[in-house]
């Protein structure tokens, strides 16, 4: 037998459901309410950092350069941690565009470099060179990067593999705050990294060659003359929270206690993931995350709806939830933007409020009646009969 509307406890659980409702909607959408540990350690057996997801090392300030369209390479051994993982390796912070950064990503086996450019027509453009079958399960890999405004060049363990005509690469793309393990918005990567050298001038072939093969016998490239780094990073410390630079420089790389996002993203526009060829709007995380969304929010639309017209009768309760399905959702995105973990998103805000209006429009007193009916049986854990 269900409850009588008219009974006092019909209005107490409908309370109560109302509010577990907020409050789950609130641990899932802030959770874990503060910036969890650095995810980043040092290797017990060799030189270098293991990054394990929420992990981040940041220079302590930034790479300056006298002319952007200098000539720069750059040099990293590592070792992803997942063959089918995904995120960026390195990053400069180097555009005024926090969402396009020179940047080192993961795709799995292949390997793509993007820049941030202004194209001849004044649009922000994010032009990638991507080469594939970089990256071999277990195994490390010393990646060589060189190149000018009309070329760059791919070496890896030393050997030519791609070189591209129409992606140029500057000194002014490796400027500004340098991260390793994470984007500036956040996209994190796994896996280590064993050293790393940052030049200003473009390495030729002999020169790639010769520093892979010190770096394989566990020596410093040179460090003197035209082609010595600008910085340079050999992750031999062991523990600490710093990472020297050996070229003497103040671009030591600092490990945090804490997780942190550069730029964390603050009500980000809901068209970026429509952009482009590597737009997010394509992968099945993207759809699962709208889905879950949208149905989250349905049993607040429903059941506070239901509660302001049963419990607490007001005029409009359809319009008075549809209200609060926004407030919840926008004080959930405006709070993500302290959480380093979370993204704040009007994507996000959208669908929320979306799966408020569905549940709400499902609202009927014959269907609460129902629920009402059953809740007995499920509470008690048998089924109706």
């Known amino acids: 037998m269900g409850l009588d509307p008219d009974q006092p406890a019909y209005t107490r659980i409908l309370g109560a459901l109302c509010a577990l409702i907020l409050c789950v909607l609130l641990t899932a959408g802030l959770w874990p309410f503060c910036a969890p540990k650095n995810d980043v350690e040092w290797i017990k057996a ?10 981040i090392a940041a220079s302590a300030d930034d790479f300056p350069s006298s002319s952007s369209d200098n000539a720069c390479s750059l040099e990293i051994w590592l070792e992803p941690g997942r063959m089918d993982g995904s995120g960026t390796i390195l990053a400069f912070d180097s555009s005024p565009d926090p969402n396009s950064p020179f940047a080192l990503f993961q795709f799995g086996s292949s390997l793509a470099i993007q820049t941030a450019r202004v194209n001849s027509e004044g649009n922000k453009v994010r032009p990638r060179l991507v080469t594939r079958h970089i990256f071999e399960n277990g195994k490390r890999v010393f990646l060589t990067i060189t190149g000018g405004q009309a070329k ?18 500057v000194s002014g793309d490796l400027t500004g705050r340098l991260l390793l393990g994470s984007s500036t918005t956040r996209n994190d990567w796994q896996g280590e990294i064993s050293g790393l050298a940052v030049y200003s001038s473009s390495l030729t072939p002999a020169e790639v060659k010769t520093h892979f093969d ?6 410093s490239p040179i460090v003197s003359g035209a082609e010595s780094p600008v910085a340079l990073y050999r992750f031999d410390e062991g523990v600490g929270t710093v990472v020297h630079d050996r070229m003497g420089s103040t671009h030591n790389l600092v490990i945090p206690a804490r997780y942190f996002v550069l730029h964390p993203p603050f009500l980000e526009s809901p068209l970026g993931v429509f952009r482009g060829r590597w737009a997010g709007w394509r992968s099945w995380s993207y759809s699962s995350d709208v889905c879950v969304n949208i149905a989250g929010f349905v049993p607040l639309g429903f059941f506070f709806t239901a509660y302001l017209s049963v419990a607490r009768p007001i005029s409009r309760p359809r319009l008075t939830v549809l209200a609060m399905g926004l407030a919840v959702s926008l004080l959930i995105e405006i709070t993500q933007y302290f959480l380093p973990t979370r993204n704040s998103g009007v994507n996000d805000l959208i669908t929320n409020t979306f799966g408020t209006a569905i549940g709400a429009a499902f ?13 007995p049986t499920i509470s008690s854990g048998s089924a109706p009969s």
């Open 214 to 219: 010190r770096w394989m016998q566990g020596e």
């Open 152 to 169: 760059t060049v791919v070496y890896v363990n030393g050997v030519l593999v791609k070189a591209s005509s129409g992606f140029g690469l």
């Open 46 to 55: 060799g030189n270098g950092l293991r990054f394990g997801g929420d992990g």
């Open 363 to 375: 609202y009927s007193p014959v269907l609460l009646r129902k629920f009402m009916a059953v809740l």
